[in-house]
């Protein structure tokens, strides 16, 4: 089984080494996409819907958290 997974990863390695100018240009390129995507998602919303979409969510939790304070109570009560 060690030897099965050992031969696998070696033949991974020596296939990813074996790619063509033309493929590691592609991989190049889609990695920078890839960058550039997760910078985006961790950047602060910028467009108006975006906001009104943050906004809605944090009322939803506010509201969220003022209804387990009343169940709160009310399992106090009894």
């Known amino acids: ?24 240009k592609k991989l190049i390129e889609e990695n920078k996409m890839l960058k550039e995507q997760l910078q985006k998602s961790k950047a602060p919303p910028t467009t108006p819907d975006s906001v ?18 009343i169940l709160e109570e009310l399992d106090k009560e009894d």
Do not use: D, R, W
């Open 1 to 24: 089984m060690k030897y099965f997974i050992f031969l696998s990863l070696i033949s991974f390695i020596v296939s990813a080494q074996n790619l063509s100018p033309e493929e590691q």
């Open 52 to 69: 009104k979409i943050m906004e809605a969510l944090k009322h939803g939790e506010k509201f969220q958290k003022e209804q387990n304070q």
